[in-house]
């Protein structure tokens, strides 16, 4: 019995092994489902390390985010899954890139979040902390 998930058209690594971190089987599960319907955005850390983006799109000063739109309707449709992560070859202005996404880089795809994965700069902005000494809400 073979622990790979295959669809027509479709490469789809290995299932996910004893050791794979919960949070990577669900991002996993739910990046597959969102597929499904045709396509999803991916919101991430550029910051963590094997993210591979276009050179215009690699963090300079640390972006907060990075969103990717994958889809099995592109051309080549080359999306890979595995325990690690997604990548696909997606074009930026007319020009194809590689882009490989680590799931633990990953903290939202389509409209589910991981809060615990959400980079703390960004909870930073999304939260701002009263200043000291102001009346609580």
Known sequence: MSNVVQFPGKKVGPLA???TPLSS????????AQM????????FNPNVPGVQVPPHLAPQLGPLVLVLKFSYQYKPSDVELTDEGVAQTLSFQGNFFRCAVPWAAV??????????CVPESLTLVLNPQ???GAPSA
């Not at 089987?25 to 597959?32: G, V």
């Not at 499904?36 to 919101?43: A, S």
């Not at 903290?107 to 615990?116: A, K, N, Y």
């Open 17 to 19: 092994t004893i050791d």
């Open 25 to 32: 089987i669900e991002k996993r599960a739910i990046f597959l």
């Open 36 to 43: 499904e319907r045709g396509e999803t955005y991916v919101r």
């Open 107 to 116: 903290w939202s795809i389509g409209v589910v979040l991981w809060p615990e």
């Open 130 to 132: 009263p200043p000291q």
